[in-house]
């Protein structure tokens, strides 16, 4: 690895912890649960975070997706179809994501993070400006995409990690 990788390395690290913090300890129901009608449970937020993440590593690393390769997708039993992430979900569709644990969202998570570390430790700077996407202006590097994927999932686990503190009012 080297300076980019290592550090790239740690933010998805930040992530797997804050993901912990958010979800560890909780039961179904408090997973479950979302502030009111419109809004996400911590369950579909990190089970939507880790998809993210899931998909864009394994289309710029081209491989299958862990939610398949690993039998994910038929633990979790969703009634969704294998290759849907949760981006644009409605509500009703966010409601649908119930009767997760913690320690099935973790072990999902986990895998992919651990599947993350073992991609990025083969990457160079010189792969981080390989373009993985012309459908944007300017195309899509490799370094912008992972940038990418750790924005979206910090964002969402911050959303669940104050949804948790909501539970405990």
Do not use: C
Not at 51 to 58: E, G, M, S, V, Y
Not at 82 to 88: E, L, V
Request: glycine share 10%; no cysteine; charged share 25%.
């Amino acid at each position: 690895m080297n300076a980019s990788t290592d550090l790239l390395v740690d933010a998805f690290g930040r992530i797997r912890e804050s993901v912990e913090d958010a979800v560890t300890g909780l039961d179904p129901d408090e997973l479950g649960t979302r502030p009111d009608d419109g809004a996400n449970s911590i369950g579909w937020l990190v089970w939507h975070l880790t998809r993210i993440q899931d998909d864009h590593l394994a289309g710029v690393a081209g491989t299958e997706q862990i939610w398949t390769s690993d039998g994910w997708y038929d633990r979790f039993g969703l009634p969704f179809s294998p290759d849907d992430t949760g981006y644009g979900h409605s509500a009703k569709e966010v409601a649908a994501v119930r009767d997760l644990t913690d320690e099935l969202l973790m072990g999902y998570h986990g895998a992919v993070h651990d599947n993350t570390v073992q991609y990025l430790a083969g990457v160079d700077d010189k792969d981080m400006k390989r373009v993985v996407d012309r459908a944007w202006t300017p195309p899509v590097t490799l370094g912008v995409r992972l940038v990418s994927v750790i924005a979206d999932d910090l964002q969402h686990a911050g959303q669940a990690a104050y949804v948790r503190g909501l539970l405990g009012r």
